[in-house]
């Protein structure tokens, strides 16, 4: 078992989920679906069309923080499914791991939007795509990890991703 922690983050749509699935079952790791810990009120928000802030996202990734907290005090691997559109929300992330890890899918918005459209019962409607977006701040040099392209198929980004385990 691997027994790193991975955040795979992008907006909503690029397929954080089935990647992070994929990853934590390759890893033999727990996933960790980083929209059930959305507090109440965060969903009603994003399902009447309104985009979160950043005092919404506070509970949702002190939540998540812990989940990464716990695993690495075990030395668990950990795959967690968040959006982590911001560099703050990373930094917070990464003080339950220094070591944590983040995968971003990327991917062009028309594509994005089409997977959005063809979800089930998903309380994220595409009219939020903008808003996430405009609030997305890519990897920077000096974070771990890397960004893939959405349009490789998900076996190939899991691939690339343990690649740099």
């Excluded at 909503?12 to 009120?41: I, R, W, Y």
């Excluded at 979160?52 to 691997?77: F, M, P, T, V, Y």
């Excluded at 994005?112 to 701040?137: G, K, N």
Aim: with cysteine; aromatic share 4%.
């Amino acid at each position: 078992m691997q027994s790193i922690r991975w955040v795979v983050m992008g907006v909503s749509g690029c397929g954080k989920s089935t990647v992070g699935q994929a990853l934590a079952a390759a890893n033999g790791a727990a996933f960790v679906e980083g929209d059930q810990f959305h507090p109440p009120a965060n969903v009603a928000k994003m399902s009447a069309g309104m985009p979160l802030n950043d005092d919404d996202r506070a509970e949702w990734l002190l939540a998540l923080q812990a989940q990464i907290s716990a695993a690495a005090a075990r030395g668990d691997g950990l795959v967690v499914s968040c959006s982590a559109l911001k560099r703050r929300y990373r930094d917070l992330l990464r003080q339950g791991d220094p070591a944590l890890r983040f995968a971003h899918l990327n991917g062009p918005k028309d594509l994005i939007e089409a997977r959005m459209r063809a979800r089930v019962a998903h309380y994220m409607p595409t009219s939020l795509l903008d808003s996430q977006f405009r609030d997305l701040e890519p990897l920077q040099a000096d974070e771990a990890g890397l960004t893939l392209d959405i349009e490789i198929p998900p076996d190939d980004l899991v691939a690339r991703i343990r690649a740099q385990q």
